[in-house]
């Protein structure tokens, strides 16, 4: 990777819907929409809804499926020096399994984000992200099918974070991608009514990012894979927060809802800290956080 900077799943389209709008090989990384072995439609509309300093999401999971995206979004992808990681889901352990060996196969693609914290699917998803038994079935048998670097992303919606990340560490991950979205409501008082078909949607920006701040912290200290932090970055401060809490890695995701060009602006914020601050390589922000005075 040239960079730290990537693209958050489900933020960025299948990465060619931004090609107008930012210089698509300055990107650390592409991760793209989450893929399953079948198309899916998603959920009943509205499915997005603005809340204060974020925005609830239902989407559930809409894409194109393996087969269309590796016809008609691989092959622009491909002319790219910028790796490309495919996010994905299945609903059954099997079904992960399936999918991680059909992506084992497709060329031009640099890794995997397995994704088992989407908090809206019925079926699948978060339910992997919130067992750490769960957690490790999948992982391994995601981890049997594929040589490809794999990245698990975690759910927030956990009491005890740190006991996830350990059994995906164990399970054969490379790496911990965290925090997906925190399962949250709006309600419209006049017709008492969910702002969202699905009742429940997923909250992210600007409102997260303590959480995320945290969780990264906690997790980073218990594994010896590197994190990637997510969770509300809109600008190069943010993303530099994360380093500091021991993130190797960041990726930028409702903030390209807001300005398309996020990430390249934070791509050039963090090249005018390090500047600024004379730092020569920028692992030497990641986990410095001072405790004590
Ligand atoms: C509209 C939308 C769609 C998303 N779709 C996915 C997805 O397909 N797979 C996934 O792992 N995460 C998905 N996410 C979660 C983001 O990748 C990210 O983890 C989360 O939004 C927190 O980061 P942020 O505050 O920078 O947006 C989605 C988020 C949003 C807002």
């Known amino acids: 990777?040239?960079?730290?900077?990537?693209?958050?799943?489900?933020?960025?389209?299948?990465?060619?819907?931004?090609?107008?709008?930012?210089?698509?090989?300055?990107?650390?990384?592409?991760?793209?929409?989450?893929?399953?072995?079948?198309?899916?439609?998603?959920?009943?509309?509205?499915?997005?809804?603005?809340?204060?300093?974020?925005?609830?999401?239902a989407i559930g999971l809409e894409n194109i499926g393996i087969d269309v995206f590796e016809r008609e979004k691989l092959p622009f992808l491909r002319q790219l020096t910028t790796p490309v990681i495919l996010n994905m889901y299945g609903k059954t352990i099997n079904e992960y399994a399936r999918l991680a060996s059909r992506i084992n196969d497709i060329s031009g693609v640099s890794g995997i984000e397995v994704n088992i914290s989407c908090p809206n699917i019925k079926a699948g998803g978060i339910a992997f992200g919130v067992d750490p038994d769960a957690a490790y079935e999948v992982v391994s048998a995601v981890r049997e099918k594929t040589s490809l670097p794999?990245?698990?992303?975690?759910?927030?919606?956990?009491?005890?974070?740190?006991?996830?990340?350990?059994?995906?560490?164990?399970?054969g991950a490379d790496a911990i991608s965290l925090i997906n979205t925190v399962?949250?409501?709006?309600?419209?008082?006049?017709?008492?009514?969910?702002?969202?078909?699905?009742?429940?949607?997923?909250?992210?920006?600007?409102?997260?990012?303590?959480?995320a701040l945290r969780m990264v912290w906690q997790v980073s200290q218990t594994v010896n894979i590197p994190v990637i932090g997510i969770g509300g970055i809109m600008e190069a401060k943010d993303a530099l927060?994360?380093?500091i809490v021991g993130?190797?890695?960041?990726?930028?995701?409702?903030?390209?809802?807001?300005?398309?060009?996020?990430?390249?602006?934070?791509?050039?914020?963090?090249?005018?800290?390090?500047?600024?601050?004379?730092?020569?390589?920028?692992?030497?922000?990641?986990?410095?956080l001072i405790i004590s005075q």
Do not use: C
């Open 1 to 57: 990777m040239n960079n730290p900077v990537m693209t958050a799943s489900g933020t960025f389209g299948y990465g060619s819907e931004f090609e107008t709008l930012v210089d698509l090989n300055r990107l650390g990384a592409i991760i793209v929409k989450g893929l399953s072995l079948k198309p899916a439609m998603g959920n009943k509309p509205p499915r997005i809804v603005e809340t204060p300093s974020g925005m609830l999401n």
């Open 150 to 171: 794999m990245i698990v992303k975690l759910s927030p919606n956990v009491t005890d974070i740190t006991a996830i990340a350990h059994r995906v560490e164990e399970a």
């Open 183 to 211: 399962t949250g409501m709006a309600i419209d008082v006049e017709t008492r009514r969910s702002r969202l078909a699905n009742i429940t949607g997923g909250l992210s920006g600007p409102a997260i990012k303590p959480i």
């Open 241 to 243: 927060e994360f380093l």
């Open 247 to 288: 993130a190797t890695a960041i990726q930028v995701g409702t903030a390209n809802l807001v300005n398309p060009r996020a990430t390249m602006d934070i791509i050039d914020g963090i090249e005018a800290f390090l500047e600024k601050k004379k730092i020569g390589d920028i692992k030497e922000i990641v986990n410095s």
